[in-house]
């Protein structure tokens, strides 16, 4: 089972992962188990144990039925949490569906709903719309500068 985890050191049994992940581990207030990956930062996703993500590891060890066909999903949505209550197997449709939509786009436009699918819509129709004056305007200088380089010639 634990061969099917990618990245991970085959030096491993799943006593010993089970033991190293306990030791990198600490309980936070909320019931999170929080694992201090290679690097310094909190709130990302930890590798740990050779290159494998840390809550992968853990859910192979501490739940187990790891399938590699599925992605582990965060119900606590703390990404460097190896809680095995916390950690469960969805399809990527799933847990793409489960994702949270923004609803601003990154330039802090209201988002609008698609009336086909009544979500909200995947691009921002006045980003979309600005986007394509300024190609209208680069357009019409290229022809324009193309006129005038022809006219001298």
Sequence with gaps: M????????????EETLRAYLLSRATRS????????GYGARRGVHQKLA???????????VFVGGYDPTLEVHHDCAVPDCIEPT?????????S???RAQR???RNGHEREIDP??????RVCRSCN??????????????????RAAYGRG
């Design 2 to 13: 634990l061969s099917e985890v990618n990245g991970l050191s085959r030096r491993f049994t």
């Design 116 to 121: 086909a699918t009544g979500r909200l819509r």
């Design 103 to 105: 609803q601003h786009c």
């Design 86 to 94: 916390h950690l469960r197997q969805l399809s990527h449709a799933d």
């Design 29 to 36: 207030d909320t019931g999170c188990l929080i694992v201090r």
């Design 129 to 146: 719309r600005l986007a394509q004056k300024r190609w209208r305007e680069r357009q019409a200088a290229q022809v324009a500068e193309a």
């Design 50 to 60: 050779g290159r494998a993500w840390a809550h992968i590891a853990a859910y192979a």
């Design 96 to 98: 793409a569906r489960r």
